[in-house]
């Protein structure tokens, strides 16, 4: 068990540029989750995969954002056309059943846009 | 937004016992609390749960009050890997999507 794994762990891009996260789950966690953190707070829910399928995505997910998990395994995130707001920790965490207790989290992509 | 209320930090003496509350007056009857830890530069980490009883596992304890609308986490002899921040957390146990609903949390010093 080798854990979540994110790459990278750390993002600088200019304002305008698009940038890709990748999330790598526990094997066979069939479910993964994204959550998006600023300093200070606590993290924000943003989607959640059960297997390819992304069954739910929160308000905070503009349209510039978009999240895929062919195959059921790995993840990435996209952010098209980066904002200054968008700087802020993304975590991914997966889980292998429904129950919260069971959430493991990565140490997530610091993303700095300047 | 979230459904509970914690103290922004907290010190703790090295060796001594760290008591974090949280208060959930909306709990309902089916919705468990939850509590994680971030330690920093670090996603978070579950440390326990419960429903009405007191719970304890081998990283903590957790006191619930009889009417369910505070909780503990007590952290028997707190250690300096032990400072982090401490979200407590209501939410039902099956939670279709697990979108944990986290506050700002308790931020715990723990000092020599």
């Known amino acids: 068990d080798t854990g979540v794994s994110q790459n990278p762990r750390h993002k600088i891009t200019k304002r305008g540029q698009n940038v890709t996260f990748r999330c790598d789950p526990i094997s066979e966690h069939n479910r993964l989750y994204w959550y998006r953190q600023t300093l200070g707070q606590g993290p924000e829910f943003l989607t959640y995969?059960?297997?390819?399928?992304?069954?739910?995505k929160s308000r905070l997910l503009s349209d510039r954002f978009s999240a895929e998990r062919p195959k059921g395994s790995f993840s990435t995130l996209e952010i098209q056309r980066t904002e200054q707001g968008d700087s802020a920790m993304y975590l991914c965490?997966?889980?292998?059943?429904?129950?919260?207790?069971?959430?493991?989290f990565g140490s997530g992509t610091q993303l700095s846009v300047l | 937004d979230a459904k509970t209320t914690q103290p922004p930090s907290m010190d703790c003496a090295e060796g001594r016992a760290a008591n974090l509350p949280c208060n959930h007056s909306t709990i309902s009857g089916n919705e468990y609390v939850y509590w994680y830890r971030q330690i920093h530069s670090q996603g978070p980490q579950y440390i326990i749960h419960?429903?009405?009883n007191n719970e304890t596992n081998e990283m903590a304890s957790l006191i619930i009050t009889e009417d369910r609308k505070s909780s503990t986490l007590i952290l028997p002899h707190a250690t300096l890997r032990d400072t982090a921040v401490y979200y407590c957390i209501v939410s039902f146990r099956y939670n279709q999507g697990g979108k944990l609903i986290f506050g700002q949390g308790t931020e715990l010093s723990v000092k020599p």
């Open positions: 419960g429903l009405k």
């Open positions: 965490a997966s889980s292998p059943t429904d129950y919260n207790e069971k959430l493991f």
């Open positions: 995969f059960q297997n390819e399928a992304q069954l739910e």
